[in-house]
């Protein structure tokens, strides 16, 4: 069975940073484009940025771009967000998600999924 477990949320002030990690089980993730999604309270979960398979190429909302940073160890089965320069509008519940067995992808149908860690940005 294939696990997501997501770690490194928690409560910090405008400005600061944040590390989340994505610890995958049950598979390996070398062959896989990665995720990671957010919700909102009150809003829709939207997609924040993808890594393809190799950590090669990364992908951003506009909203992040230039604030946040997708990386990935394959050999730790691992995927990370840094985040920088946080603002509370980026206070919201992350996911990551997992699509197997693609190299490279771009949306939301994603094959796993974890149960997400909460982020609170306060002002």
């Known amino acids: 069975q294939v696990h997501l477990v997501e770690s490194g949320g928690g409560l910090v002030q405008t400005g600061n940073s944040l590390r989340l990690s994505c610890v995958v089980s049950g598979r390996t993730i070398s062959s896989d484009a990665m995720a990671w999604f957010r919700q909102a309270p009150g809003k829709e979960r939207e997609w924040v940025g993808t890594?393809?398979?190799?950590?090669?190429?990364?992908y951003y909302a506009a909203s992040v771009k230039g604030r946040f940073n997708i990386s990935r160890d394959n050999a730790k089965n691992t995927l990370y967000l840094q985040m920088n320069s946080l603002r509370p509008e980026d206070t919201a519940v992350y996911y990551c998600?997992?699509?197997?067995?693609?190299?490279?992808?771009?949306?939301?149908?994603?094959?796993?999924w974890g149960a997400g860690t909460r982020v609170t940005v306060s002002s």
């Open positions: 998600a997992a699509k197997a067995g693609v190299k490279a992808w771009l949306g939301f149908n994603a094959d796993y």
């Open positions: 890594t393809n398979w190799n950590g090669d190429s990364t």
